[in-house]
């Protein structure tokens, strides 16, 4: 007997009707608005303290020349013209936007592909559901030194598994050629961060509400469908946010990995711009470039998350 | 009870934190380094210290462990903060560019108190120098010279290379895939550009050349290119361990799987502490390369001008220069000291190996590029980029250096404009 | 038919599950494994797929010669009392700027991602010159303020969404019957959104737990190193013994994983989802 066709109509509109929920009807009154901000002033003044200081101080010094122990000269905007111009620059924001690139789709996909089979009911899942924590849970240290380990070209497991498996007959250097080695990175930075996905996947398909999918159910609609039309629009803003999220920090902060097993080698094709931006401060005492680099990277952080986020919302505000 | 310790140890950190500044009395000299976790140099500093505080009733010597991993990126961020410790540890191109940076405290009026003349100091002493004026003291200098497994090149049938073509032939011959074993080991990853460079310096040291001649880029020289064409045959050929970081091929050496290994003294200690066998068939020879010259990296110690204490830990550090101390650098830490001459006979006639590190030392040239020290971090990064396109890109040793130059050029060229 | 179809689904699901669990779980078995064996058995060709010998001599040295348990406490800590505050500020600042209408509400949520967009090298140096001048180096209390300060921005944005992802109708109800916000927030918005906010937590706490960079340049007695810091510590000068550092390794990864063994529970579906899912 075939099920009715689904009313695709009808199941969009639930998408739709979800997204308007979050817009209240009411308002609070102006003295119970200020209550949370109350709350939250002495964490200001840690934030400011901890993040915003430094990020004007970072500003402040990109305008000077480079001094240790003391601010150079003024120089206004030369530092900044030092590093857009330099031979690296090209190459080190091509190979960030790739790095970030990848783990964003990786993480996201991977995170909710296993938070959909972990939502299941089956035997042993609260001990596959502890498992998947493992990667996240490993310091970045420890995960940099077993998976260098493993890489290894000479006495690496991977490369003895791929021998033993027969599906290669020389050994693979995985972080000794270009693209090789930004794959392998990706592999291991993708591994650490999904289970993050997967949990905040989980966390968000639990606020879909159940009678949604027996509606879908009742008006016949298969599993894909039901993931087209309930489920992905009920994680739409853990998405927004995840992707959000991810894409700064591993455009921004990602570092231990490609540090402990390339430190932006081979010839300078894992070379994100967060690594020269350690190169720069630590290893050449360039301060004033690196705060540049720094402001730089804020820059384009900045107008990505605005741009992204008025494409996210955009239906929000053209909705009325 | 453990707990409850640790919490009130928590409490009081707390509450210590935030207590006002001590008033003034007998000086604590804060002195961290890597080095208090180094099986061989620990013991030596711990007697500086204790002899120091000794002599000096009052006055303690704080010795702080910090990891290696991190401790240069700590310094400089300590001494970039304002806050510098007092005695800052810096090996050849962090000494000149501290210096050019004028961060350090010049110590000749020290050395004169002391009645030590500089030039008892090793050569490598002029690192420390600028303007007639001496910034540092020289702790050791880790010269290079070739270990050899004596193990291995017996099975092989092989006598210590004397000449640069034995040393080409036992490489091949002790050279077993199937036993992964390997005839020498170096620097075959990408990674740290500091550790890369120092690792292949004494190589192209060997066959006369250098990155840098006289403070201009020479990467061009046939010396040079003659060197690095040596590295890419070696990694090529497979004949040392590839796509393995320095720990590691070290680690390897130890286990008794790599006959011949380049570098300083120091690391007779850690073959002792991690295998007997090897350690009993533990030697080494001058490295057998075609021109026979090597390079070192010197160990300085020095005192930030932003320092609290700089004084006490300005004598503290020619404390060290003394008989009782530079004796102990040579028996107990196992490296040549900073004066010339202090290097007791009967230490060489019971470690046989040692010779070639005494007689290393005495020739030896600073590994940083010669006339642009300062640059040394710079360069070393280009110089690695440029040398890990050779071996993991398909260029050429001509092509590598051709570009290497260039780039070397262009560094120096954008050094003189500012 | 149906039958037959769902069986091969089912057994896709599977063979996707354990592929995936293998995948996951196998750089953590290779470290455990590695631990158990001497640091000889390291450079052996072929390697051995089960540990060569069980002589945890790496965990002995361990165990014996460095204060591992200290650095855990330590970590532990610092981790803990971070998270705590985070959640608990940064809870009220998301509810604040989920629910609540205020003008320039868009441009304050994006300062507060802003601190997440500069790499932390840069800002360390500012960092800690500021942390010197306020007395704070050396001390745990310092890298708490810092993880919390670090944690705090990433809390009101994923509470933010979760708070986003809530219809309202509940708190409607309750807000009607004249419950205060804070009762509205406790009593009824955060058991909705448990789930949510124990991911959170966890994120916060692993944050701290993982954290280097600062407690690397703040801390220098060795009665306040964190775990990180004690973990790099073996990686020496000369030689790096591999059967130590991933024996601490081991350790040091541990109790995360109990920690969210102990609270995974929290997401099976129906349990701490109050009264919207089914």
């Known amino acids: 007997m075939m099920a009715a066709r689904p009313d695709v109509a009808a199941l969009r509109d639930f998408g739709n009707r979800r997204e308007s929920m979050t817009r209240w009807r009411f308002d609070w009154s102006t003295r119970e608005k200020l209550v949370p901000f109350c709350f939250l002033a002495p964490s200001f003044a840690a934030l400011a303290v901890v993040s915003l200081y430094p ?3 970072a500003l402040f010094i990109s305008f000077h020349a480079d001094g240790v122990g003391s601010v150079g000269r003024f120089v206004g905007l030369e530092q900044y013209e030092r590093v857009l111009s330099s031979d690296y620059f090209p190459r080190v924001m091509r190979i960030s936007v790739l790095w970030t690139v990848g783990n964003v789709m990786f993480v996201l996909a991977a995170g909710l592909a296993t938070a959909l089979m972990l939502d299941r009911n089956f035997p042993g899942r609260a001990l596959a559901r502890a498992m998947f924590i493992l990667p996240w849970a490993m310091p970045y240290v420890a995960a940099g030194l077993i998976w260098g380990w493993m890489f290894d070209y000479e006495f690496g497991v991977l490369n003895y598994v791929i021998r033993s498996a027969g599906l290669g007959e020389s050994k693979v250097g995985f972080l000794l050629a270009c693209p090789d080695a930004l794959i392998s990175l990706t592999s291991v930075s993708v591994w650490k961060l999904f289970p993050l996905g997967t949990v905040m996947f989980l966390a968000g398909l639990q606020t879909i509400p159940s009678d949604h999918y027996e509606a879908a159910r009742v008006d016949g609609a298969g599993p894909v469908l039901c993931l087209w039309y309930i489920t992905l629009p009920g994680l739409r803003n853990v998405t927004i946010m995840l992707t959000l999220l991810i894409t700064i920090w591993t455009f921004g902060r990602a570092f231990t990995i490609i540090f402990l097993l390339t430190e932006g080698g081979p010839a300078g094709c894992t070379e994100t711009i967060v690594i020269r931006s350690y190169l720069e401060a630590f290893k050449f005492f360039h301060l004033g470039a690196a705060s540049a680099i720094g402001v730089i990277v804020l820059l384009i952080s900045l107008a990505f998350s605005i741009a992204y ?6 239906r929000e505000v053209s909705g009325g | 009870m453990k707990t409850v310790l640790s919490r009130v140890a928590v409490a009081a950190a707390l509450l210590s934190s935030l207590a006002l500044p001590d008033p003034a009395r007998a000086a604590d000299i804060t002195w961290p ?46 001494i970039a903060a304002g806050n510098p410790a007092d005695v800052a540890t810096m090996y050849d191109p962090d000494i000149r560019a501290y210096i050019e940076a004028d961060l350090l405290e010049p110590l000749d009026a020290y050395y004169a108190a002391a009645g030590i003349a500089i030039d008892t100091l090793i050569p490598t002493r002029t690192l420390a120098q600028k303007d007639g004026k001496i910034y540092g003291v020289p702790f050791q200098i880790n010269a290079r010279a070739l270990f050899i497994n004596e193990r291995l090149l017996n099975e092989a049938g092989l006598q210590p290379p004397r000449t640069f073509d034995e040393f080409q032939a036992a490489v091949r011959k002790m050279r077993q895939p199937d036993k992964v074993q390997f005839g020498y080991a170096t620097v075959s990853k990408p990674g740290n550009a500091a550790v890369f460079y120092i690792e292949i310096a004494p190589i192209v040291a060997g066959f006369g050349g250098g990155f840098f001649k006289d403070g201009k880029p020479n990467a061009t020289a046939p010396e040079t290119v003659a060197a690095m064409k040596f590295i890419k045959s070696l990694h090529d050929q497979e004949l040392i361990p590839r796509g393995m970081e320095i720990n590691a091929y070290r680690q390897l050496f130890i286990e008794g799987k790599v006959g011949m290994y380049a570098t300083g003294a120091f690391f007779a200690a850690s073959v002792a502490n991690g295998n007997k066998d090897t350690f009993a068939h533990l030697n080494a020879i001058p490295l057998p390369l075609p021109r026979g010259k090597t390079t070192a990296i010197t160990v300085f110690l020095g005192v930030p001008k932003a320092a609290k204490n700089k004084d006490l830990a300005a004598r503290l550090l020619i404390r060290m220069l003394e008989d009782d101390i530079q004796t102990r650098i040579v028996t107990v830490g196992k490296t040549v000291p900073g004066r010339v001459g202090m290097i007791p006979e009967s230490f060489v006639a019971d470690n046989k190996w040692f010779k070639a590190f005494e007689q290393a030392a005495l020739t030896a040239t600073s590994y940083a590029p010669q006339g642009a020290e300062q640059y040394g971090a710079e360069i070393a990064k280009i110089v690695v980029e440029h040398i890990e396109g050779m071996l993991f890109s398909g260029l050429s040793a001509d092509e590598a250096a051709q570009r290497l130059q260039k780039a070397l050029d262009a560094f120096i060229a954008s050094k003189r404009k500012t | 038919m149906r039958t037959v179809k769902r069986l091969t689904w089912e057994a896709l699901f599977y063979a996707a599950l354990l592929l995936l669990l293998a995948s996951v779980v196998f750089p953590f078995f290779w470290m455990v494994k590695t631990s158990i064996e001497t640091g000889h058995t390291l450079f052996s060709y072929p390697p051995h797929l089960l540990p060569a010998t069980a002589s945890m001599e790496g965990y002995r040295t361990v165990l014996e010669q460095t204060p591992v348990g200290l650095w855990l406490w330590n970590s532990f800590i610092v981790a803990s009392v971070s998270t705590l505050l985070a959640l608990i500020a940064g809870v009220s600042g998301a509810y604040g700027l989920s629910r609540f209408r205020y003008r320039g509400k868009r ?7 802003t601190t997440q967009m500069m790499p932390p090298l840069v800002l360390i140096i500012p960092i800690y010159t500021i942390f010197i001048q306020l007395g704070l180096t050396d ?12 944690s705090l921005p990433v809390v009101i944005w994923m509470m933010k969404s979760v708070f986003d992802s809530i219809p309202f109708e509940i708190e409607e109800a309750a807000r009607i019957d004249g419950a205060s916000w804070l009762c509205v927030l406790t009593r009824v918005t955060v058991p909705i959104a448990l789930t949510g906010l124990i991911a959170t937590g966890i994120f916060t706490f692993l944050a701290g737990w993982d954290e280097f960079m600062l407690a690397r340049t703040i801390v220098t007695s060795t009665s306040k190193w964190v775990g990180t810091v004690g973990l790099a510590s073996f990686i020496g000068a000369y030689v790096t013994p591999w059967d130590q550092i991933l024996a601490a390794a081991t350790i040091f990864t541990l109790p995360p994983v109990l920690l969210f063994l102990a609270v995974q529970k929290y997401f099976i579906a129906g349990l701490g989802a109050g009264g919207v899912k089914g």
Do not use: C
Not at chain 2, 61 to 78: C, H, M, R, S
């Open chain 2, 33 to 78: 380094s890597h080095q208090w976790g180094e099986a061989n140099n620990a013991p030596v500093m711990l007697e500086l210290k204790r002899r120091f505080e000794q002599e000096n009733p009052g006055n303690t010597v704080q010795n702080i462990t910090v990891p290696q991993a991190v401790f240069f990126d700590k310094q400089f961020a300590d």
């Open chain 1, 309 to 314: 986020l008025a494409y996210a919302y955009r």
């Open chain 1, 55 to 57: 990020m004007a101080h």
């Open chain 3, 139 to 150: 001390s745990l209390f310092g890298l708490i303020l810092g993880n919390f300060a670090f």
């Open chain 3, 107 to 113: 441009t304050l949520a994006l300062v507060i991602l």
